[in-house]
C-alpha cells in the first residue's frame, strides 16, 4: 500500500515531521489540546503558543462557542455586504472606550476591519500611502497657485522674478517657474518612505513582509513591495538620523518685497513608522519608554504616522489591553488580530486617528470577509470577556506572567551556562538559550548553526513533557510562552518539570537525549541523561591556508556512522536512528566537517571539507528504487552549492551519488567542478587484484577478469584500464534497460585505448598485446593511421565479423560468465550484493566495491575503492566510507588529486577518457596515494 498523497502544504508537514510536531490535534479546551494515542485514547498537550497568541482566553472558550453557537442557531446574518453593520459600530465603539481609558483625552478612533493580523497591517500601509499621496498633491496643488500668482505679478510688473535655484537669473517668469517645476517632479517621483524597527515582524504578504525584518521572509519578495527603512530599536540617534537622511523638500514660490522667492516646503514622503511595543517574533524585546517618547516627537515634527502594532501585544495579553500603554506610545494608527477574535473568530482591525482619518480609504479598500456579522459579533463577545469585572483578565494576566516568569527565572539562575535570559511582560514570554556551536553533541551544533535549534528544543518538549511551546521567526535560540489566562498552577508546575529536563540536556551536551523522543516507537522510557561536557571535540582546523580548498559531499553508509559522527547517539539503537534519520529526511544537511589537510610530498597542500547528508546507504537505494533521484539531485546540489560558497573549486561526491546525479551532469552549479571518483575508485581496485594475482598466479597478463557492473562508470573505466594487463575482460551487465548499449561502448572505448597504446607506440601486454597481432591492426599500422583515430567501432565490428565468441572483451548479462575468471571486480550499486559463492571460481580474486568487506566460499576477497592518503590524513568520523586511519575513499582522494592539479588540468568532469584516467591515476601517485594492497 502506497501513503496517501498530502495536498496541503506537504512540505511544512514533512518539516514539522522532523521535529515532533507533525500531530492531529482533535480536541482542544483551555491550554490543552489533546491527540489520540496509539490505543485510541485522549492524550493532553499543554498548549504554550496559544494559536501563536490567539487564544488569551482559551481554546473554545465556552461563553465565545455558547454565543457563536446562538448566533447560528438564530440564522444571524453572516454576508450582508453593502448593508449598516450596527455590530460592527459598537465593536469600534467599545474600542475607543478602551483607548480613552488607557490613553485619556485621546481622540476618536475610525475603524477598518479586515480577517488576519498581516491583511491589517496592508490597510495600514495603504491607508498610510494614500494619506501621504493626498497630503503631496494638496502641496502640489498649493505650488501651482501660488506660481500662477507669481506668474500674474511678473505680468502686471509688480513683481521681478528671482535667482534660479542653481543660482542664476532667469531669462523669464516661465523659465524661473519652469525650473521649479522640474525639480519638484523630480522630488514628487521618490518612492514614499515606511520605517520599521530591526527584528520586526509584520507579516507575509506582500507589502507587510517587507516591513519584516527577517531577510528570509522579505528578499524573495523586494520587488513586489514598498520597500522600509530599519532602524535599530531603542536608539534614538539612529532613529533622528534615518528621518534627516529620508527627508526631501520641494520649492515654492512666494512674492517677497516684488521678487518672487524660491521657498523650500517638506514634501511628504513618509507614510508610516512601524512598531511593536514588544517584538514578538523578533525575540520578545520591549521599546523603551524614552525611545517611545522620542519616536512620537520626531513622527510629529515629520508627520509621519506612528503605526503601533498590537496584533500580538494587544487585547491585554501585558496585563493592560495595550501593551503601548506601558511606555506611554499613542499610535496614530492601531493595528489588532490574534485575540480579538476570541479564539475562534477571524478578526484584525486597523484603527486611524479621525484627524488622519482619510474616508474616501473606504470606497477605494474592501476584503470581502472583513466585518461579517458573525466575526464582528464573536469580536464584540471577545471585548466584553476582557473588560468583565473592570478589567479582571488584564489583572490575572499580569499575575500568571509573573508566576510563569519566576518559575523560569529559577531555572535561569540554577542553569546560567544554558538560559541566557527571560524576556517579556505579562503572558508573552521568551526564553533564550545560550548559544549551543561548541556542544559535544555534533547533532545540536548543526541545529543551533542551521538556526533550527529552538524546532528541536520544541520538539522535544512536546515528545518528552507534553509541552508545546514555539520558536520566533528571528531568534533561532529562543522559545516563547503565550499561553491563556486559565494557565493554573500545575501546569506551570508541568512547564517546569520540562524545561528543567531540558536544562540538563542541554547543561550536558546529551544530543541522544534530546532526539531519543522523535525515533520509533516513541512510547519507550527516555534514557538517562549522560554527561558528554569532556567529549566536545577540540577544534582540529590546520593552521594557516592551504594553496586549495576542495569539498567532499558525503553521507551515512550505515547508522553506525551517525553514532561516529554524534557519539552522544550511541544510547540509541540501530532501529532508533533509523527511525531519526527518516523523521528528519527533509532536513539532511550536517554541518561542515573540519577541514583535513593533505600534504603532498613536493610541498603542496589541499584542504577537504566534507559537507555531511544525513541520508543513510539504505535511504538512498530506496530513492533509487522508487526512482526518485530528482530528491537525491536537490539534496547533493545544495551541499555543492554550500561547498562553492566556501571557496571550494572542485567537489568529489561519495559513491552512489554520482549514479543518482547522472555522475555530477544533473547537477546546476556553476564554478565547481564535480567529479565522481570513478578513475581512483578503478585503479585502486585493479592494483588491489594485481597484487593479490602475482602472489598468486605470478602475475596477471594469462588471467580472465570479469566485471560485473560493466557498463557504468567505474566498469567501463576499470575496463579500459585492465585492458594491457590481462588476457580477457568480460562485461556483465544488468539487463535492465539500456544495458547492452552501454556494455558495447564500454568494449569500444577499451579498444579505443587499446589502438591508442598501440599506435603510440606504448607498452604491449595483455589484451593489447593481442589484438596487435590482429590482421586490421597490423594492416592500419602499415598505413600509418593516427592513434587519436576514432577506431574502437571498427575494431569491434571486426571482431564481430571475426570471432564467433569474443577473445578480447565480452559482453553478457549472464552472471554464470563470473565463473571464467581469475580475476572478478564487482561494481554494483552501493548496497547491493550480486556476487555470491556459487557464482565465483573457487581460486578467483575478488574485489567487490558494494560490499568490500565480506565474501563467501573458497574465493579471496580483497579491498579496493580506497587509498592511503600521504601523511596519513583521512576524513573524521562520520564522513569515512573506509575503516582505517590515514585512509580515504576513491572519490575524496580524486577531488584532493584534482585540487592539486589546479583548475588548468585538462582533467574534465563527468566521463573521462581512458588517457584522463590514467592522468589521475599518475597524479595520485605522484602526490603520494598509494591503493591498498593488503
Known amino acids: 500500500m502506497t501513503a496517501p498523497i498530502s495536498y496541503a502544504e506537504a512540505f511544512l508537514t514533512g518539516v514539522l515531521s522532523g521535529f515532533g510536531m507533525d500531530v492531529d490535534y482533535v480536541r482542544a479546551e483551555k491550554d490543552t489540546l489533546y491527540h489520540l494515542d496509539d490505543s485510541g485514547a485522549e492524550a493532553p498537550v499543554l498548549d504554550l503558543v496559544g494559536g501563536w497568541g490567539s487564544t488569551l482566553l482559551g481554546h473554545n472558550n465556552r461563553e465565545i462557542v455558547a454565543h457563536a453557537k446562538a448566533l447560528l442557531d438564530a440564522d444571524a446574518p453572516i454576508h450582508a455586504q453593502f448593508s449598516l453593520h450596527p455590530v460592527a459600530d459598537r465593536v469600534g465603539a467599545r474600542l475607543n472606550e478602551i483607548l480613552r481609558r488607557e490613553f485619556p483625552g485621546a481622540e476618536p478612533y475610525s475603524i477598518i476591519f479586515a480577517?488576519?493580523?498581516?491583511?491589517?497591517?496592508?490597510?495600514?500601509?495603504?491607508?498610510?500611502?494614500?494619506?501621504?499621496?493626498?497630503?503631496?498633491?494638496?502641496?502640489?496643488?498649493?505650488?501651482?497657485?501660488?506660481?500662477?500668482?507669481?506668474?500674474?505679478?511678473?505680468?502686471?510688473?509688480?513683481?521681478?522674478p528671482g535667482p534660479l535655484p542653481g543660482g542664476g537669473t532667469p531669462a523669464s517668469i516661465e523659465e524661473l517657474l519652469g525650473a521649479v517645476a522640474e525639480h519638484n517632479a523630480e522630488r514628487a517621483a521618490r518612492r514614499p518612505v515606511f520605517f520599521a524597527l530591526e527584528r520586526a515582524?509584520?507579516?507575509?504578504?506582500?507589502?507587510?513582509?517587507?516591513?519584516?525584518?527577517?531577510?528570509?521572509?522579505?528578499?524573495?519578495?523586494?520587488?513586489?513591495?514598498?520597500?522600509?527603512?530599519?532602524?535599530?530599536?531603542?536608539?534614538?540617534?539612529?532613529?533622528?538620523?534615518?528621518?534627516?537622511?529620508?527627508?526631501?523638500?520641494?520649492?515654492?514660490?512666494?512674492?517677497?518685497?516684488?521678487?518672487?522667492?524660491?521657498?523650500?516646503?517638506?514634501?511628504?514622503?513618509?507614510?508610516?513608522?512601524?512598531?511593536?511595543?514588544?517584538?514578538?517574533?523578533?525575540?520578545?524585546?520591549?521599546?523603551?519608554?524614552?525611545?517611545?517618547?522620542?519616536?512620537?516627537?520626531?513622527?510629529?515634527?515629520?508627520?509621519?504616522?506612528?503605526?503601533?502594532?498590537?496584533?500580538?501585544?494587544?487585547?491585554?495579553?501585558?496585563?493592560?489591553?495595550?501593551a503601548s500603554k506601558h511606555i506611554g506610545l499613542l499610535g496614530d494608527y492601531y493595528l489588532l488580530g490574534k485575540s480579538l477574535g476570541g479564539g475562534v473568530g477571524k478578526a484584525s482591525a486597523l484603527l486611524v486617528r479621525q484627524s488622519l482619518y482619510r474616508a474616501e480609504f473606504e470606497l477605494v479598500h474592501s476584503s470581502t470577509f472583513a466585518k461579517d456579522g458573525f466575526s464582528t459579533a464573536i469580536t464584540l463577545k471577545a471585548l466584553e470577556l476582557l473588560e468583565a469585572d473592570g478589567g479582571a483578565v488584564y489583572a490575572r494576566a499580569a499575575e500568571r506572567g509573573a508566576a510563569i516568569t519566576g518559575a523560569l527565572r529559577e531555572l535561569a539562575a540554577e542553569y546560567p551556562d544554558v538560559i541566557v535570559d527571560?524576556?517579556?511582560?505579562?503572558?508573552?514570554?521568551?526564553?533564550?538559550?545560550?548559544?549551543?556551536?561548541?556542544?559535544?553533541?555534533?547533532?545540536?551544533?548543526?541545529?543551533?548553526?542551521?538556526?533550527?535549534?529552538?524546532?528541536?528544543?520544541?520538539?522535544?518538549?512536546?515528545?518528552?513533557?507534553?509541552?508545546?511551546?514555539?520558536?520566533?521567526?528571528?531568534?533561532?535560540?529562543?522559545?516563547?510562552?503565550?499561553?491563556?489566562?486559565?494557565?493554573?498552577?500545575?501546569?506551570?508546575?508541568?512547564?517546569?518539570?520540562?524545561?528543567?529536563?531540558?536544562?540538563?540536556?542541554?547543561?550536558?551536551?546529551?544530543?541522544?537525549?534530546?532526539v531519543h523522543p522523535l525515533t520509533w516507537p516513541g512510547t519507550a522510557k527516555a534514557p538517562a541523561i549522560t554527561d558528554h561536557r569532556g567529549d566536545?571535540?577540540?577544534?582540529?582546523?590546520?593552521?594557516?591556508?592551504?594553496?586549495?580548498?576542495?569539498?567532499?559531499?558525503?553521507?551515512?553508509?550505515?547508522?553506525?556512522?551517525?553514532?561516529?559522527?554524534?557519539?552522544?547517539?550511541?544510547?540509541?539503537?540501530?532501529?532508533?536512528?533509523?527511525?531519526?534519520?527518516?523523521?528528519?529526511?527533509?532536513?539532511?544537511?550536517?554541518?561542515?566537517?573540519?577541514?583535513?589537510?593533505?600534504?603532498?610530498?613536493?610541498?603542496?597542500?589541499?584542504?577537504?571539507?566534507?559537507?555531511?547528508l544525513m541520508l543513510t546507504g539504505e535511504q538512498l537505494a530506496g530513492y533509487r528504487r522508487a526512482g526518485l533521484d530528482a530528491v537525491v539531485v536537490g539534496d547533493v546540489e545544495r551541499r555543492v552549492r554550500a561547498a562553492k560558497a566556501d571557496g571550494c573549486e572542485f567537489v568529489g561526491l561519495a559513491r552512489g551519488l554520482g549514479a543518482a546525479t547522472a555522475h555530477g551532469g544533473a547537477l546546476r552549479v556553476p564554478g565547481v567542478t564535480v567529479s565522481t571518483g570513478h578513475a581512483l575508485a578503478a585503479y585502486s581496485a585493479l592494483v588491489a587484484l594485481e597484487s593479490a594475482a602475482v602472489q598468486q598466479f605470478g602475475g596477471t597478463e594469462e588471467l580472465a577478469m570479469a566485471i560485473v557492473g560493466g557498463g557504468g562508470r567505474v566498469g567501463a573505466a576499470a575496463a579500459e584500464l585492465a585492458a594491457p594487463h590481462v588476457r580477457k575482460i568480460t562485461l556483465v551487465g544488468s539487463g535492465g534497460p539500456g544495458a547492452d548499449a552501454r556494455l558495447r561502448e564500454a568494449a569500444r572505448r577499451v579498444y579505443q585505448i587499446a589502438w591508442e597504446i598501440i599506435a603510440g607506440g606504448g607498452e604491449r601486454a595483455g589484451i593489447v598485446a593481442a589484438l596487435a597481432a590482429e590482421p586490421l591492426i597490423v594492416r592500419w599500422l602499415d598505413e600509418g593511421r593516427a592513434a587519436h583515430a576514432p577506431s574502437g567501432e571498427a575494431i569491434a565490428e571486426w571482431l564481430t565479423r571475426t570471432y564467433d565468441v569474443n577473445p578480447f572483451v565480452d559482453t553478457t548479462?549472464?552472471?554464470?560468465?563470473?565463473?571464467?575468471?581469475?580475476?572478478?571486480?564487482?561494481?554494483?550499486?552501493?548496497?547491493?550484493?550480486?556476487?555470491s559463492g556459487q557464482s565465483i571460481r573457487g581460486n578467483a580474486i575478488v574485489c567487490d566495491l558494494a560490499n568490500p568487506y565480506t565474501g563467501d566460499g573458497s574465493a579471496r576477497y580483497v579491498r579496493g575503492g580506497a587509498l592511503r592518503a600521504p601523511g596519513a590524513a583521512s576524513l573524521p568520523p562520520g564522513a569515512r566510507s573506509t575503516s582505517g586511519d590515514g585512509e580515504m575513499s576513491a572519490c575524496a582522494a580524486e577531488v584532493v588529486v584534482r585540487g592539486f592539479a589546479g583548475p588548468g588540468a585538462d582533467l574534465a568532469a563527468g566521463r573521462l577518457t581512458g588517457s584522463q584516467d590514467r592522468a589521475i591515476a599518475e597524479l595520485a601517485k605522484e602526490h603520494g596515494f598509494r591503493p591498498i594492497t593488503t
Request: aromatic residues 6%; negative net charge; hydrophobic residues 45%.
Open 422 to 514: 527571560i524576556r517579556g511582560r505579562g503572558l508573552m514570554i521568551g526564553v533564550e538559550f545560550a548559544d549551543q556551536s561548541r556542544s559535544a553533541s555534533a547533532i545540536i551544533r548543526e541545529k543551533n548553526a542551521s538556526g533550527l535549534l529552538s524546532f528541536v528544543l520544541g520538539g522535544y518538549l512536546q515528545l518528552a513533557h507534553a509541552i508545546r511551546t514555539g520558536p520566533t521567526a528571528s531568534a533561532p535560540n529562543m522559545l516563547r510562552i503565550e499561553p491563556s489566562v486559565y494557565l493554573d498552577d500545575a501546569e506551570i508546575d508541568q512547564l517546569r518539570t520540562g524545561f528543567r529536563a531540558l536544562c540538563e540536556i542541554l547543561r550536558n551536551q546529551d544530543g541522544g537525549a534530546l
Open 115 to 160: 480577517n488576519s493580523g498581516a491583511e491589517a497591517v496592508e490597510a495600514a500601509a495603504k491607508h498610510g500611502e494614500m494619506a501621504r499621496a493626498l497630503r503631496a498633491r494638496e502641496l502640489l496643488d498649493r505650488i501651482a497657485w501660488h506660481a500662477d500668482v507669481a506668474a500674474r505679478a511678473v505680468r502686471a510688473g509688480t513683481a521681478t
Open 813 to 835: 548479462i549472464d552472471l554464470s560468465a563470473v565463473q571464467d575468471a581469475q580475476l572478478v571486480l564487482s561494481v554494483t550499486p552501493t548496497g547491493s550484493q550480486v556476487l
Open 201 to 322: 515582524f509584520h507579516g507575509k504578504l506582500i507589502g507587510s513582509t517587507q516591513f519584516t525584518y527577517n531577510p528570509a521572509f522579505r528578499d524573495p519578495f523586494a520587488v513586489l513591495g514598498l520597500p522600509a527603512r530599519f532602524v535599530p530599536p531603542n536608539d534614538t540617534a539612529a532613529l533622528e538620523k534615518a528621518f534627516d537622511e529620508e527627508r526631501t523638500a520641494v520649492l515654492d514660490v512666494e512674492v517677497v518685497d516684488g521678487v518672487v522667492t524660491l521657498v523650500e516646503r517638506d514634501f511628504p514622503v513618509f507614510a508610516g513608522f512601524l512598531v511593536e511595543p514588544i517584538q514578538g517574533e523578533g525575540g520578545i524585546h520591549e521599546l523603551t519608554a524614552e525611545f517611545a517618547a522620542r519616536l512620537r516627537q520626531v513622527c510629529d515634527e515629520a508627520a509621519c504616522p506612528v503605526v503601533v502594532d498590537e496584533i500580538q501585544t494587544g487585547m491585554g495579553r501585558t496585563g493592560a489591553f495595550f
Open 536 to 612: 566536545a571535540p577540540a577544534p582540529t582546523a590546520p593552521a594557516g591556508r592551504a594553496q586549495r580548498k576542495v569539498g567532499y559531499v558525503s553521507y551515512l553508509p550505515t547508522v553506525e556512522a551517525l553514532r561516529e559522527l554524534d557519539p552522544t547517539l550511541a544510547k540509541l539503537d540501530d532501529d532508533r536512528l533509523r527511525g531519526y534519520v527518516k523523521r528528519v529526511e527533509l532536513l539532511k544537511d550536517l554541518l561542515p566537517l573540519e577541514p583535513v589537510r593533505v600534504e603532498s610530498p613536493g610541498g603542496e597542500s589541499v584542504d577537504l571539507v566534507a559537507y555531511p
